[in-house]
């Protein structure tokens, strides 16, 4: 079957780093999304990596290993409204988007 | 201002009863999405269409039903059928299966 594996919480410090990260096992590979979702809100796109290595995007950035099947979000200078759920989304041979069950993140002051 | 937009924001139904969901796009994409979101789990595909007159089963598509008879517009009837309706309902649209998918606001249903 198809399975994507994010850790269910985090909790980080403003001001901090922190970096979540998610595997996968699907029926092919065809892009990996980060979703950003505020509780009760829609979730809003924050990056897409299709080949190997990081895709650099302000305060976030987000690293592909296809060979591993691994992935990880990274967020620095963490502000209090990056507290949120980040979903992890597969497209696979079908170009159908598998998705994680999310990693809800706290921020604390 | 291009968008997606979904109403109600919340909706009850009662037992035995169908209810609509609505889903608009200005955005010009060709693919509409239904997805349900519940606690704990990951978005779950309900129905996708890739073009006017034309849309497919998801994963869990067993009582609902969809229409795509204009471009602009994807409405989701949750049926007396789904015995578990109470979710979270999103619908999304993109250019087209390769690209990438952007999110309505969403709509609560409840039963009453």
């Known amino acids: 079957g198809q399975n994507i594996d994010q850790p269910t919480e985090m909790t980080a410090t403003e001001g901090a780093i922190v970096q979540i990260n998610c595997t996968y096992q699907?029926?092919?590979?065809?892009?990996l999304f980060w979703y950003q979702q505020h509780a009760g809100e829609a979730p809003t796109f924050l990056s897409y990596?299709?080949l190997d290595g990081l895709e650099e995007k302000g305060r976030f950035s987000s690293f592909l290993s296809r060979s591993k099947g691994y992935s990880y979000l990274l967020l620095k200078e963490l502000q209090m409204k990056d507290s949120a759920s980040y979903l992890c989304?597969?497209?696979?041979?079908?170009?159908?988007?598998?998705w994680g069950a999310g990693t809800k993140l706290i921020i604390k002051p | 201002d291009g968008g997606i937009t979904q109403s109600p924001k919340y909706l009850f139904r009662k037992e035995g009863q169908n209810v609509t969901l609505s889903c608009e796009q200005n955005l010009n994409h060709d693919a509409m999405y239904w997805y349900r979101q519940d606690p704990g789990q990951g978005l779950r595909l309900i129905y996708y269409?890739?073009?006017?007159?034309?849309?497919q089963k998801g994963d869990i598509a067993e009582g609902y039903s969809v229409s795509r008879e204009k471009k602009e517009s994807f409405p989701l009837t949750v049926t007396s059928a789904q015995k578990n309706p109470t979710a979270f309902y999103l619908c999304?649209?993109?250019?087209?299966?390769?690209?990438?998918?952007?999110f309505g606001p969403g709509t609560r249903l409840l039963v009453l």
């Open positions: 989304a597969v497209r696979d041979s079908n170009y159908q988007l598998i």
């Open positions: 269409s890739q073009i006017v007159n034309d849309f």
């Open positions: 999304a649209s993109g250019e087209g299966d390769a690209e990438t998918q952007y």
């Open positions: 699907t029926s092919g590979f065809n892009g």
């Open positions: 990596n299709v």
